[in-house]
């Protein structure tokens, strides 16, 4: 069974900080990594995609990935009220049929103004 | 990226009934993507709706309790059937971008 893991939190931080979500996975051959952002009673929502070793930054997100220690991780800088949400890491694996996505339980961020 | 609508939004239901969930996008895509995600949990890949031929079923999940059609490039329907309250969850359908995949607003289903 192919996993990713993340700690469900929920990750308290005060407004203004950094914001630091981690995630693994276990199928080595993943080429594809996600962040979605899920609001209480709403679809996820794609924050960030990363597909190469290193960071990739887009505003106040950046991604990480380390494909050698199966490692995926979001920055979330200058953290405000609004991104209190469940943050869902999901990998793109090999499946019976095709590619498919794979999601980890997902980490509960609350930013406290 | 698709625009992707889902009929109902919203239902309850008693049990032993079945309930069918539309899913509507925008664009012709290959392949729609059907999720559960109940109550505190992640998203879980129920099946996968190629167009013309039958959708492909994860461990778990059985085409006689969700069964799937995919009449065109633009449509997706996914029938919970014979319900019981652990069926209650929001089912989402999903498509592929050329490179991330989106998602429907969901079908929060309850059942009682």
């Known amino acids: 069974q192919k996993e990713v893991e993340q700690n469900s939190g929920p990750l308290s931080v005060p407004e203004g900080a950094i914001a630091s979500l981690n995630c693994t996975y276990s199928?080595?051959?993943?080429?594809?990594f996600f962040w979605y952002r899920q609001y209480s009673g709403k679809s996820p929502e794609l924050i960030m995609s990363i597909y190469s070793n290193g960071d990739k930054e887009d505003g106040r997100f950046t991604a990480q990935l380390n494909k050698a220690s199966q490692y995926v991780s979001l920055l979330i800088r200058d953290s405000q009220p609004s991104d209190s949400a469940t943050y869902l890491c999901a990998v793109k694996t090999a499946g019976e049929y095709g590619n498919k996505l794979v999601f980890g339980a997902g980490t509960i961020l609350r930013v406290k103004s | 990226s698709a625009v992707i609508s889902q009929k109902p939004s919203r239902d309850i239901c008693q049990r032993g009934t079945s309930l069918t969930i539309q899913c509507q996008v925008d664009s012709q895509v290959t392949m729609m993507f059907w999720y559960r995600q109940q109550p505190g949990q992640s998203l879980t890949l129920i099946a996968t709706a190629n167009q013309g031929s039958e959708a492909t079923y994860e461990s778990g999940f059985v085409i006689d309790k969700f069964p799937i059609s995919r009449p065109n490039l633009t449509f997706s329907t996914l029938t919970v059937s014979n319900m019981s309250p652990e069926d209650s969850s929001i089912y989402l359908c999903?498509?592929?971008?050329?490179?991330?995949?989106?998602f429907g607003p969901g079908t929060r289903l309850t059942v009682t």
């Open positions: 199928d080595r051959g993943s080429q594809s």
């Open positions: 999903s498509v592929d971008g050329k490179y991330e995949q989106y």
